[in-house]
């Protein structure tokens, strides 16, 4: 009878550590975003091409096909990429060995 008890809470533990390590990743890839020189939101595809160079390659773009799902350009720089809602930044993104996003070229 103690045994399945054992099991569960040993389980539970376990899920706890794992759930509080991966916050602990995030945190550390959030304040390393924000340490490192990336392009902001709201900017220009121009700005950023001013500003950061060309990229090592522009990605199809995604998306269009109706108002509510406008087209979304991907750029891609070392060590991070750039999401483009028409030509506007929304987000930047590094690439990260754990991330998922390490290939960008699949859809959306």
């Known amino acids: 009878m103690f045994k399945p008890v054992f099991a569960a809470l040993a389980l539970a533990i376990a899920s706890a550590s794992s759930a509080h ?10 304040q390393q975003e924000q340490a490192m020189n990336l392009p902001a ?36 720089y070392p060590g991070y990429i750039v999401y483009f809602e028409r030509s506007r930044v929304i987000h930047t993104v590094l690439n990260t060995p754990a991330g998922n996003n390490k290939n960008p070229s699949n859809p959306l």
């Open 41 to 76: 939101k709201g900017m220009s595809m121009t700005e950023v091409e001013r500003r950061f160079g060309t990229p090592t390659s522009k990605l199809d773009a995604r998306g269009g096909g109706h108002p509510k799902q406008p087209v979304i350009n991907r750029w891609m």
């Open 21 to 30: 390590a991966g916050d602990n990743l995030l945190v550390q890839r959030v």
